[in-house]
């Protein structure tokens, strides 16, 4: 173990966290790290406790804005608008009337009507696959194009601005994952949040004017939420229906090419066995690393004593392979039942489009591995450099 405190942007916490993060878990479930100022949690027992127990709250806004100061601010004056809207950063009641009109349109029933869609716009890029080189990076070519077009699909973003979207998804990622050491920060954050504004605003504009059937003209016409509510909800749901779901997909691919034989069953497994390997896949490694939260009364933990105020990363990775709470639980099992993991996490909080994210996995990874049975790891693969995200920043592989 490198050093000796928690640090989630050393090697190897990038390069191999369930080693990582497992011994940190196997020594203590709740531990403070230094290097970040925060609790983490790696347990499965004390993460599923964070994420339904009062005493952690998600309300972070007012403090993350009041650091901002100087050029700074002025920078993400209009990203702060967006996530501002953002329901993951409230408490309820607040939470639950920000979430309340998306919440009927993303049921596991409501999703289910967008099969075919998932199917169309899989097979469109698995035919451009086969139609051109043999070696690709998979995360370019496969694992970020499927869920921009599918988000962009439900949105009603215009097909012309989809290529915009996978873009702004990124560039908006250096301020929701916080990417302060790199030297553009300023201006690319200043760009992601003004870009959104006008390219969203004018659409919700166009929807007002000519509502259709698609999830901008619902929130267009609601008078549930204020404008910048609106955008910034728009923002939050453009952004982690893209960027996770890409993550997951390429972190799943990546897993399967390690367990040939569960890949060729997943290729041609019936609905339940199918389901029962995406949830395998989600719990063994997901998409990602932690997701954070704030104490909001004093509180003890696993013998630890956690005070108002003080931060928390909830480590999903470590907490979704603790023995604990997992038969061997470093073994990727497709039979596995039942599957408690925390991949979406749990609560008020359980990822809203989670049921969208487990649809496109369900449909992409099977239609992957028919199309190309050969499919092969051709080069090293690039993990992008973050606290919160596990996503690889490239996939190299042969398609055979």
Known sequence: MSGDDIDFLCADAIERPHEYFGRWRDRAPVAWSQRHRAWVFTGHEEALWAFTSPTMSTDRMDAFTARQTGERAAALARAIELLRGWMLFHDPPEHTRLRAPFARRLTPKAVSGLHDDVGA????????????????????????????AVIGRLFGVPVDQQEWL????????????????RPDYLSVARAAG?????????????????????????????????????????SLLLFAGHDTTASQIATATLTLLDHPAIADMLATAADDERNAIVEELLRFDGGATAMMRIVADDVEVAGQQLRRGEAVFLNLLAANRDSRAFDRPDDLDPHRSPNPHLAFGQGPHFCLGAALARLELRIALPALFRRFPELALDGQVGWKRDISDRSAARLPVSLG
């Not at 451009?128 to 690709?136: H, L, S």
């Not at 996978?166 to 050491?181: H, I, L, Q, Y």
């Not at 504009?205 to 609106?230: I, M, N, Q, Y």
């Open 194 to 234: 003004e870009e959104f504004h006008d390219v969203l605003g004018s659409l919700l504009a166009e929807r007002r004017a000519d509502p259709r059937d698609d999830l901008v003209s619902v929130l267009a016409t609601t008078d549930e939420l204020s404008d910048l509510e609106v955008l910034g909800a728009c």
């Open 121 to 148: 716009e899989c097979d469109r890029l698995l035919d451009d696959m086969a139609a051109g080189p043999v070696a690709v990076d998979l995360v370019d070519t496969f694992a970020h194009e499927l869920p921009a």
């Open 166 to 181: 996978r873009g702004w998804s990124e560039r908006f990622g250096v301020v929701v994952f916080g990417a302060t050491d």
